[in-house]
């Protein structure tokens, strides 16, 4: 039960950091004034961004803690149930054989050069159609990328929570929780892994790529239902692969999906007026510039 309640602590810290950091940035418009954030330069962006999204525990506000509260609560009770749920999943799997053709081929959606895949296709197609719209999602799919896999890494480390497939090598499904010790631990011969399940680190991935897909075409109706579709089944294929439990998946979608929309909404560029003074030897005043 001690574990279980640390656990659920823990957990709650990480939930909060994405929207946190969103009312962070609102707090500091005073210090930034003269800062068009979304023409920062992109590493400064992401030094920034991380800096927000990793201190935003510390400037939480009363209506964060009743909506991100709220995720916690239902993250804790799914650890509750983990192994329950992880075996009805499987037995599910036992009784439906196209569960093992798919479930393999979906879960790769949330490799690292998938997404780096489609973000290059984006810049790619950008470049060759002059398409400033695709060229941005290229961008802010990086930065979002790299924003969700620091993030995954610091709760794998921290909480050292077993895969399912791992319990002294018999793949029983035993939810064992190591913290700091699964650090050590997962850096010996072929331990890396084992340590490695919370949160979902292919489910933050694909569903940070998502959302800043589905956020930027979001008027094109069938591009949401098509990224979030395919970023569920990718989560829920972590369990049918041994690889998560349901708690994982959950963190890494609720996580993915913040982060993606708080870079989308940042340092997106476009849809931007930005005004300039102008002094010369001719005339003084302002330009506008708008980006679409």
């Known amino acids: 039960m001690t574990k279980k309640f640390l656990t659920c602590v823990l957990m709650a810290l990480f939930l909060f950091y994405p929207l946190a950091a969103e009312d962070a940035v609102k707090a500091e418009k005073n210090e930034e004034k003269e800062e068009n954030q979304a023409n920062t330069p992109f590493f400064k962006s992401l030094w920034q961004d991380e800096g927000r999204i990793l201190s935003s525990p510390f400037r939480m506000k009363g209506k964060d803690f009743a909506i991100w509260g709220s995720v916690a609560l239902v993250t804790g009770v799914l650890i509750a149930n983990d192994e329950t749920i992880y075996r009805e999943f499987k037995e599910y799997q036992g009784k439906h054989k196209w569960v093992d053709d798919v479930s393999p081929r979906i879960t790769n959606l949330g490799l690292g050069q998938w997404t780096l895949g489609a973000a290059g296709a984006f810049y790619l197609g950008g470049l060759i159609f002059k398409d400033?719209?695709?060229?941005?999602?290229?961008?802010?799919?990086?930065?979002?990328?790299?924003?969700?896999?620091?993030?995954?890494?610091?709760?794998?480390?921290?909480?050292?929570?077993?895969?399912?497939?791992?319990?002294?090598?018999?793949?029983?499904?035993?939810?064992?929780?190591?913290?700091?010790?699964?650090?050590?631990?997962?850096?010996?011969?072929?331990?890396?892994?084992?340590?490695?399940?919370?949160?979902?680190?292919?489910?933050?991935?694909?569903?940070?790529?998502?959302?800043?897909?589905?956020?930027?075409?979001?008027?094109?109706?069938?591009?949401?239902?098509?990224?979030?579709?395919?970023?569920?089944?990718?989560?829920?294929?972590?369990?049918?692969?041994?690889?998560?439990?349901?708690?994982?998946?959950?963190?890494?979608?609720?996580?993915?999906?913040?982060?993606?929309?708080?870079?989308?909404?940042?340092?997106?560029?476009?849809?931007?007026?930005?005004?300039?003074?102008?002094?010369?030897?001719?005339?003084?005043g302002l330009s506008l510039n708008y980006v679409f």
């Open 132 to 284: 400033k719209k695709a060229k941005e999602t290229a961008r802010l799919t990086l930065m979002t990328f790299i924003h969700t896999g620091i993030v995954v890494q610091l709760g794998k480390h921290l909480t050292g929570r077993q895969r399912p497939s791992w319990n002294d090598g018999t793949g029983s499904g035993k939810d064992d929780w190591h913290w700091l010790n699964g650090f050590f631990n997962r850096y010996k011969d072929g331990q890396l892994a084992r340590y490695d399940a919370f949160p979902s680190g292919h489910t933050i991935t694909i569903f940070g790529t998502a959302t800043v897909i589905a956020e930027m075409y979001k008027k094109t109706v069938w591009v949401p239902v098509l990224c979030y579709s395919l970023a569920t089944a990718c989560g829920l294929s972590r369990i049918t692969e041994n690889t998560h439990w349901l708690s994982d998946v959950f963190l890494g979608a609720v996580l993915g999906y913040a982060i993606g929309k708080y870079v989308v909404k940042t340092r997106n560029r476009l849809g931007k007026l930005n005004i300039y003074p102008v002094a010369n030897t001719h005339q003084v």
